[in-house]
Structure formats: structure tokens, C-alpha cells
């Protein structure tokens, strides 16, 4: 079983900066791609960026310019800088991973960490 660790999330005001971590661990064989969802209240989850094995970025429009992402393959962890937070920003923001095991594949979330961006 593979689990995600989420940190970083804090009350920011606009125009400020966080930085999210996300630690993957347990049985992990390979890691093809990790990323980051967010959801706002009363909204779906929605993708923020994510990022392949090879390093290949993908980032919501919303967010271009303001984020990224980067990994550390060493330590299976997944990080989200976020620059020039807006109200918007707000949300439960949750890791995820897919890969395989020495047995199976997997696609595991995080338990979400919250960021409230306001003055």
C-alpha cells in the first residue's frame, strides 16, 4: 500500500507565497506521474499540474505563470510552488500519484492540505 504525506498548506494573503509538499512511501516500484488537484467548496476537484517520471509539466490555465512543480525522485516527493496567490487559490488542495508496486499498480491521494488565501 502506498501512501501520500501533504504539507505546506497555511492561511497566505493575496499576492503571497506557499509551498506544498506531498511524500510518497511504502512499496513503490516506479512512479509515472504525480500531481496536484485542488477543490473548492461546492466546487469539483480540479487538476493544478502535474508532472511525468520524465519531468514533462502540465499546469492548469488558471495557475500558468504563478506555479510549479517540481519532484525529487530520491525522496518520492512532489512539491507545488505557488506564487501570487489569489482569493481564487482557495482550496483543499490534494496529491496524487500513480505508479506500481512490486505487485500491482496504484493511483493514491493524499488526505488534502488547505489553503485560504485572504487579507
Known amino acids: 500500500q502506498v501512501q501520500l504525506v501533504e504539507s505546506g498548506g497555511a492561511l497566505v494573503q493575496p499576492g503571497g507565497s506557499l509551498r506544498l509538499s506531498c511524500v510518497a512511501s511504502?512499496?513503490?516500484?516506479?512512479?509515472?506521474?504525480m500531481g496536484w488537484y485542488r477543490q473548492a467548496p461546492g466546487e469539483q476537484r480540479e487538476l493544478v499540474a502535474t508532472?511525468?517520471?520524465?519531468?514533462?509539466?502540465n499546469y492548469a490555465d488558471s495557475v500558468k505563470g504563478r506555479f510549479t512543480i517540481s519532484k525529487d525522485k530520491i525522496k518520492n516527493t512532489v512539491y507545488l510552488q505557488m506564487n501570487s496567490l489569489k482569493p481564487e487559490d482557495t482550496a483543499v488542495y490534494y496529491c496524487?500519484?500513480?505508479?506500481?508496486?512490486?505487485?500491482?499498480?496504484?493511483?493514491?491521494w493524499g488526505q488534502g492540505t488547505q489553503v485560504t488565501v485572504s487579507s
Open positions: 496524487n500519484v500513480k505508479g506500481s508496486t512490486y505487485y500491482t499498480s496504484f493511483d493514491s
Open positions: 511504502g512499496s513503490i516500484s516506479r512512479i509515472y506521474i
Open positions: 508532472i511525468t517520471s520524465g519531468g514533462s509539466t
